[in-house]
């Protein structure tokens, strides 16, 4: 059976670290992350603006931009367990204890908070584990899933983000 595939690609600049690392991923740096999304039709759509196409390339740029650099993009990338870089952020709030509540409980209830941290003013994006590539990938790629199949009325499915944190390293989370 043919099918086609269509991918697209953003690139953000972003600040993470891995709390458990053993080594200098421990510390806090940054990356110039590639993601690339990759849909799939089994064939093309037939009518409408998008006939011939698995996807428009716009539509999965705007979701993407809208999940990916819009919270991210010159953001800190964190897992809402790192301790040590929550409480320094927190120490720039009138309410510290009720601000770092407020994220665990997003975090718990839709698996990320997204928003500005009280201490820099930056963007701040946490997710449930270290910031990885891989559950960077698995989790972009969760939240992109039902976007794509919205927006291409029920025709294309998300097939697999790919996080690219260096030139030479990448994960992919395909289900
Ligand atoms: N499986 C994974 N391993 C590592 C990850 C990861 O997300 N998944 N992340 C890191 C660090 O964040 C680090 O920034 C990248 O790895 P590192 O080996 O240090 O990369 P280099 O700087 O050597 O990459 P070059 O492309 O060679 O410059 C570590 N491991």
């Known amino acids: ?6 991918t697209r690609r953003v690139e953000i600049d972003a600040a ?3 709390p458990d690392h ?4 421990r510390h806090l740096h940054g990356h110039r992350y590639v993601v690339e999304a990759a849909c799939g039709n089994p064939s093309l759509q037939e009518a409408g603006e998008e006939r011939g196409m698995v996807l428009d390339f716009g539509f999965l740029k705007e979701e ?9 993009d010159h953001g800190l990338l964190l897992s809402v367990d790192d301790h040590v870089m ?5 120490g ?17 209830g839709q698996g990320y908070a997204e928003g500005r941290d009280p201490a820099l003013g930056g963007k701040l994006y946490l997710v449930p584990g270290p910031p990885t590539a891989e559950v960077l990938a698995r989790h972009w790629y969760e939240r992109l899933a039902p976007r794509v199949h919205a ?10 983000v790919t996080v690219w944190e260096t030139p ?8």
């Open 1 to 6: 059976m043919s099918s086609f595939t269509v």
């Open 16 to 18: 993470h670290r891995i």
């Open 22 to 25: 053993g080594s200098r991923c």
């Open 64 to 72: 993407m931009l809208a999940v990916i650099d819009a919270p991210c």
């Open 86 to 90: 929550l409480a320094l952020l927190a």
């Open 92 to 108: 720039g709030s009138d309410r510290p204890e009720a601000w770092l509540e407020g994220l665990r409980e997003r975090v718990a």
């Open 151 to 160: 927006r291409s009325r029920g025709n294309a499915a998300l097939l697999a």
């Open 168 to 175: 030479n390293c990448w994960a992919r989370y395909q289900p």
